[in-house]
């Protein structure tokens, strides 16, 4: 049974998950990236943090929560005997870690107010196909989990 082994480059303390170990490598770098890093202005939960001012939660910590129940599900399938090669377990890490960086301002309470009949979604894709030029092809097989084209189901 073999594990993707990481090299720790920064440990991230999230409220829900405690300590979270971000690898050194393409996933460091996008979240460094000023496209990522504006994800810690906009908030998970919309127009809510004005009603419940203890409900305040970025989509910066949501992708850094979905990376770290990625990480944990790749983990355990591996553990079970799924094949899951060290490209295909960096790439769904991605892929989960971008999958909202496409959301505006209030997330979805003003999605369709900015822009009308455009996902958050496709503007993640926008995102992520830019990123991907950046990083030299990097990320190919995380847009290709993304958009739900992967030979595999993640």
Same mark, same amino acid.
């Given at each position: 049974?073999?594990?993707?082994?990481?090299?720790?480059a920064?440990?991230?303390?999230?409220?829900?998950?405690?300590?979270?170990?971000?690898?050194?490598?393409?996933?460091?770098?996008?979240?460094?990236?000023?496209?990522?890093?504006?994800?810690?202005?906009i908030?998970?939960?919309?127009?809510?943090?004005?009603?419940?001012?203890?409900?305040?939660?970025?989509?910066?910590?949501?992708?850094?929560?979905?990376?770290?129940?990625?990480?944990?599900?790749?983990?355990?399938?591996i553990?079970?005997?799924?094949?899951?090669?060290?490209?295909?377990? &960096?790439?769904?890490?991605?892929?989960?870690?971008?999958? !909202? #960086?496409?959301? *505006?301002? =209030?997330?979805?309470a003003?999605?369709?107010s900015?822009?009308?009949?455009?996902?958050?979604?496709?503007?993640?894709?926008?995102f992520?196909?830019?990123?991907?030029? &950046?990083?030299?092809?990097?990320?190919?097989?995380?847009? !290709? #989990?993304?958009? *739900?084209? =992967?030979?595999?189901?993640?």
């Amino acid at each position: 049974m073999r594990y993707p082994v990481y090299e720790k480059a920064k440990i991230f303390n999230d409220p829900i998950y405690g300590f979270i170990s971000i690898p050194k490598g393409v996933i460091f770098q996008l979240i460094d990236h000023p496209y990522f890093q504006r994800l810690r202005r906009i908030t998970q939960l919309g127009l809510s943090q004005l009603v419940y001012s203890g409900a305040y939660h970025t989509r910066f910590h949501h992708a850094i929560g979905a990376m770290h129940l990625m990480r944990k599900a790749l983990t355990t399938l591996i553990s079970k005997g799924v094949e899951i090669t060290d490209e295909e377990f &960096e790439a769904a890490m991605i892929a989960i870690l971008l999958h !909202d #960086i496409g959301h *505006g301002p =209030y997330s979805h309470a003003l999605e369709f107010s900015l822009v009308e009949k455009i996902h958050h979604e496709d503007i993640s894709l926008i995102f992520m196909k830019e990123l991907n030029e &950046e990083f030299s092809g990097k990320l190919s097989t995380a847009i !290709d #989990i993304f958009k *739900g084209t =992967y030979k595999k189901k993640f």
